[in-house]
């Protein structure tokens, strides 16, 4: 399966404070993106980062890529009550396979 | 319209019902897919239809029946569904396969309880 494995599950941390999400998988991929996903709510695109790229930016967020470890990392700087949400990465050849998701919890 | 629109938002029903839940967008997408997410779970893939017709199904029980009546809708009918198929139920649409990167339009979803 090209299901990603986010880690951690579940993050708590202060309004203000930076919070990390790790994504490894397990097969080659065109590309891999990250959803948010507030409770019992659709999924929201956040970003794209294809596979000849290393690092991608877009507002408070930064996605890393290392394809030669299989993994990828969300960082969303100065954290929000409103980030407060799950998070997943989905892996692409076709179709989209979404990992386990880590929850956020972001205390104000 | 950068919109995916789901309804019904909650949908109740007895194992003998027939129902069926009902997905729209407007942005010229080409492909369109159900998702089932249980709680606390990742979205799982059930079907996907491209240019309106169904390129993947993910093994899914036959009480779940897809239908693609035209580019911009999406059904799924719910025929003697059981308990354990409570869940949320996610349309999502992308531009299609021949766009480079599958980038996906999710709807608010259509949460289902079975009794």
Known sequence: SQQGEEDP????????????????YKTSINNLQWYRQNSGRG???????????????SGRL??????????????????????TASYFCATENTPLVFGKGTRLSVIA | DTEVT?????????????????????????????????????????FVYSYEKLSINESVPSRFSPECPNSSLLNLHLHALQPEDSALYLCASSQGPTS????LTFGAGSRLTVL
């Open chain 1, 62 to 83: 930064r996605v890393t890529l290392d394809t030669s470890k299989k993994s990828s990392s969300l960082l969303i700087t100065a954290s929000r009550a409103a980030d």
């Open chain 2, 100 to 103: 480079g990167a599958n980038v």
């Open chain 2, 6 to 46: 789901q309804t019904p938002k909650h949908l109740v029903m007895g194992m003998t019902n027939k129902k069926s839940l009902k997905c729209e967008q407007h942005m010229g997408h080409r492909a369109m897919y159900w998702y089932k997410q249980k709680a606390k779970k990742p979205p799982e893939l059930m």
């Open chain 1, 43 to 57: 999924l929201v695109h956040l970003i794209l980062i294809r596979s000849n790229e290393r690092e991608k930016h």
């Open chain 1, 9 to 24: 599950q579940a993050l708590s941390i202060q309004e203000g404070e930076n919070a990390t999400m790790n994504c490894s």
